[in-house]
């Protein structure tokens, strides 16, 4: 290879480590003038479509790299991570076959191969080939990390840290690895040390966005009488609703608060307004003598799992638009429930990719609810495709089922309408959230690998006192979720029934 393409190239990885993905592009397309026929430019081309989430284009990009070298193994490799990506789960483990086969030695082909059967529940199977990658190179962190996640979907915490801890012991900057750690210990209820491992979402692979550089950051809660004090919203919506409830003990302190927000959650967290200045935007010449990200302010109070702040509700329905909804819900006896069963599909990490589709459930399998006596369903389902599903198919599948989506323009909207419904069922989304945060009756119907704020095996929530979990007893088994949720839906109504 040329030794003006070498250095092309080498340059263009240092940009692609740091993030600088432009610069990247800029140096990798001169190699690819330089020398049209060369695989390697066009291979990180297909890296770079991969990192910014355009698969197609990757997938594309690695194809024309293999056609210009067919047995370069690397490509195979990334090839199957692209093919993953894209669901396409057999494509993927063959490309990563060829790749072994091209380059037996090579260990990071193992371990993508691991990441691949994970996708496909075979946990057992994945930490097979983690171990041989481990085989072929000891000291590869990166492995010893992907099988701690194994270890953990199959509920073998103790081992799962085992294999963080070695990551990290070998590459003390594996983030990735310490935030793995992080979720692992607080599922398992250490939140000592979970909340500890949780700031290393800054800077792992995806990292969370850090703002605001510029402000002392908040260490504890001794010393913030008097002080203005800004908190942001950093993740989610339910990330949001559920830590908000830390802004009413930063208030207790004597801390002058403001709060950033979302403005999808800016109505519905009117009644935080006695604790905060509530806003959207800061303007840049505003003066704050500390700022936290919003999810750290459990490291912060040294949040325990016996001393999570769980009074409820800390956010209160709009009267008005609680009285301006009655009409849209049955005057009957009978149980009133309200379903989500989709949260939709976010962009962002690619891990969240795969974990939208586990969380969510087909609208023919939540639909074998509708059998159940004494009960109104009211479709509390916002957004595509799950919503666009319901207009479509719901004569046929649920014609009883009564569809809320034109009733719910935000948040406070919904949270009127909770006020008005017994009961709310919904899958992991913000919706689950919000009814905890109402004080409301919800059972959330959790994916078998689940969300670290729900706990190892728990079914109800020390973050939610009203809430109960039904997780699922085998990945990607719904039905048995349902006929449970199914069980005791009709007990409740019987005892609604029983007690008129």
Same mark, same amino acid.
């Given at each position: 290879m040329d030794q003006t393409i070498q250095i092309l190239l080498r340059n263009a990885v240092e940009h692609i480590r740091a993030k600088d993905l432009i610069r990247a592009r800029e140096l990798l397309l001169k190699a690819q003038c330089t020398d049209p026929q060369g695989s390697e430019p066009i291979r990180f081309?297909?890296?770079?479509?991969?990192?910014?989430? =355009?698969?197609? !284009?990757?997938? /594309?990009?690695?194809?024309? #790299? @293999?056609? *210009? &070298? $067919?047995?370069? %193994?690397?490509? +195979?490799?990334?090839?199957?991570?692209?093919?993953?990506?894209?669901?396409?789960?057999?494509?993927?483990?063959?490309?990563?076959?060829?790749?072994?086969?091209?380059?037996?030695?090579?260990?990071?082909?193992?371990?993508?191969?691991?990441?691949?059967?994970?996708?496909?529940? =075979?946990?057992? !199977?994945?930490? /097979?080939?983690?171990?041989? #990658? @481990?085989? *072929? &190179? $000891?000291?590869? %962190?990166?492995? +010893?990390?992907n099988k701690g996640n194994a270890l953990k979907l199959l509920n073998r915490y103790e081992e799962a840290l085992d294999n963080y801890h070695i990551s990290t012991a070998i590459n003390s900057k594996n983030f990735d690895a310490y935030w793995h750690k992080a979720l692992a210990q607080l599922r398992n209820g250490d939140f000592e040390n979970g909340w500890k491992n949780y700031e290393a979402r800054w800077f792992k692979s995806n990292p969370v966005k850090f703002s605001f550089p510029q402000i002392p950051r908040l260490e504890d809660e001794a010393g913030i009488s008097e002080k203005k004090v800004l908190i942001w919203s950093e993740q989610g919506l339910g990330d949001s609703i559920q830590f908000s409830r830390y802004i009413k003990l930063l208030k207790a302190n004597g801390a002058d608060v403001t709060y950033l927000v979302p403005q999808a959650l800016l109505k519905v967290f009117e009644p935080l307004k006695k604790y905060c200045t509530l806003t959207t935007a800061i303007d840049e010449n505003s003066f704050f003598d500390f700022h936290s990200p919003l999810l750290s302010l459990p490291l912060i109070f040294s949040t325990a799992l016996a001393s999570v702040p769980n009074n409820v509700p800390y956010?209160?329905?709009?009267?008005?638009?609680?009285?301006?909804?009655?009409?849209?819900?049955?005057?009957?006896?009978?149980?009133?429930?309200?379903?989500?069963?989709?949260?939709?599909?976010?962009?962002?990490?690619?891990?969240?990719?795969?974990?939208?589709?586990?969380?969510?459930?087909?609208?023919?399998?939540?639909?074998?609810?509708?059998?159940?006596?004494?009960?109104?369903?009211?479709?509390?389902?916002?957004?595509?495709?799950?919503?666009?599903?319901?207009?479509?198919?719901?004569?046929?599948?649920?014609?009883?089922?009564?569809?809320?989506?034109?009733?719910?323009?935000?948040?406070?909207?919904?949270?009127?309408?909770?006020?008005?419904?017994?009961?709310?069922?919904?899958?992991?989304?913000s919706s689950a959230h919000l009814a905890g945060a109402l004080g409301k009756p919800v059972w959330i119907l959790n994916r078998y690998d689940s969300c670290w704020r729900w706990l190892n095996g728990r079914v109800d929530s020390p973050w939610y006192p009203t809430a109960k979990i039904y997780q699922q007893k085998q990945p990607g088994n719904w039905d048995e979720v349902i006929v449970r949720v199914k069980a005791d839906l009709n007990d409740l109504a019987q005892k609604k029934r029983s007690a008129i």
């Open positions: 081309l297909a890296v770079i479509a991969a990192m910014e989430f =355009r698969f197609q !284009d990757a997938l /594309e990009l690695i194809n024309q #790299a @293999i056609m *210009l &070298n $067919p047995k370069n %193994a690397i490509s +195979y490799s990334n090839k199957g991570n692209i093919l993953k990506e894209l669901g396409r789960y057999q494509e993927s483990l063959d490309a990563l076959d060829m790749a072994i086969q091209f380059l037996p030695s090579y260990a990071e082909a193992y371990s993508n191969k691991g990441n691949v059967l994970q996708e496909l529940y =075979r946990y057992e !199977d994945s930490i /097979e080939w983690y171990d041989k #990658a @481990i085989e *072929l &190179n $000891p000291q590869y %962190a990166e492995a +010893y990390s956010i209160v329905p709009d009267s008005e638009k609680v009285k301006s909804l009655l009409p849209f819900v049955r005057a009957s006896d009978r149980l009133k429930v309200g379903l989500i069963w989709n949260g939709g599909f976010r962009i962002g990490a690619p891990e969240l990719w795969a974990v939208n589709k586990r969380r969510n459930i087909e609208l023919d399998q939540i639909a074998a609810l509708k059998g159940v006596e004494g009960v109104d369903f009211y479709s509390m389902q916002k957004g595509d495709p799950a919503e666009s599903e319901l207009i479509a198919r719901k004569d046929l599948v649920w014609p009883e089922l009564v569809n809320c989506a034109e009733l719910l323009n935000d948040f406070s909207d919904t949270a009127a309408l909770m006020e008005s419904l017994d009961l709310i069922i919904s899958v992991d989304t």
